[in-house]
């Protein structure tokens, strides 16, 4: 429950003291499940060495158990430690290790994170075909088990791909999928990306009509008014620094300074790729 809210302190504690009272007992397989959690809330927290040694460990309980489902959610996990390390081809190679494992078993869950995972991989490498392929299939999967709060990541996922592609009426269709399972599944993280996301297809869709691309930027700045988190700040800086800079309004300036100062604080903090991609556009942009 801490973990779904958020409160990520409060869930270690929780993990830690199932960890230590699995450990007493010898329950490995309460084990297993113990330290994979643990290593996801470091890895929520940039702390990927730590990260790594726990889903290894989790690994070599699930292969001393035998239990493949355990098995497969430890080699996804590392999978995510190098996608979030910007090291998509290898994270690709973990996911796809993933898909095979719960496809054999029938793992139905494991089916649809790794599928999720792979249209997410394939789109940042540019692998558009492949991509969509992953991603309906994993909004399929995720569909039928009622899945929303992994179901809003992969329409989200779809309508970025679209968005990518220009293809702004898909790009559309798919955030509103997004925005509604998110407020479904009380996901606030996806709602916050899924209306930012909203706004640039916005945007985009003006074409050369200012006054409604103003009406875009006016509806960011009434986001960024009441966001409190770090990092959706960051971002929603992020998106009026190129909004304003597409006009080519001196204004772009402040929130380029805005969301570089934000970014480098975080990337200091957690080394999330994506950080980091973010403080190199926002430098290469320097009058």
Same mark, same amino acid.
């Given at each position: 429950?801490?973990? #779904?809210?958020?409160?990520?302190?409060?869930?270690?504690? !929780?993990?830690e003291n199932q960890l230590s009272i699995s450990e007493k007992l010898g329950e490995k397989r309460t084990i297993s499940?113990?330290?994979g959690n643990i290593g996801t809330?470091?890895?929520?927290n940039g702390r990927y060495d730590e990260a790594l040694k726990c889903y290894l460990r989790q690994k070599k309980i699930a292969l001393l158990l035998g239990n493949r489902v355990s098995i497969g959610v430890a080699v996804g996990n590392i999978g995510a430690i190098k996608f979030m390390q910007g090291k998509y081809k290898r994270?690709?190679?973990?996911?796809?290790e993933h898909l095979k494992i719960s496809t054999?078993?029938?793992?139905?869950?494991?089916?649809?994170?790794?599928?999720?995972n792979l249209g997410e991989v394939n789109r940042v490498l540019k692998n558009y075909e492949k991509s969509e392929t992953y991603l309906k299939e994993a909004i399929r999967i995720k569909t039928e088990l009622?899945?929303?709060?992994?179901? !809003?990541?992969?329409f989200y996922c779809m309508a970025e791909l679209h968005y990518d592609v220009k293809n702004y009426r898909e790009a559309g269709k798919f955030y509103l999928n997004a925005l509604n399972s998110a407020h479904e599944s009380h996901n606030s993280e996806h709602v916050f990306k899924a209306r930012l996301l909203g706004l640039k297809i916005k945007f985009d869709k003006c074409k050369v009509n200012e006054d409604k691309k103003y009406g875009v930027i006016n509806e960011a700045l009434e986001m960024l008014s009441v966001e409190k988190a770090p990092e959706n700040i960051a971002a929603v800086n992020?998106?009026?620094?190129?909004?304003?800079?597409?006009?080519?309004?001196? #204004?772009?300036?402040?929130?380029?300074k805005a969301a570089l100062r934000i970014y480098k604080k975080l990337y200091s903090k957690i080394p999330n790729f994506e950080y980091y991609q973010k403080i190199e556009e926002l430098d290469n942009n320097r009058r």
């Open positions: 429950i801490y973990f #779904r809210l958020g409160k990520n302190k409060k869930a270690l504690k !929780c993990y499940a113990a330290v809330i470091h890895l929520m994270s690709l190679i973990y996911f796809q054999e078993i029938g793992d139905k869950y494991g089916m649809a994170i790794s599928t999720g009622n899945a929303l709060f992994y179901l !809003c990541q992969s992020f998106e009026l620094f190129k909004m304003y800079k597409a006009l080519e309004d001196g #204004r772009y300036e402040t929130y380029k």
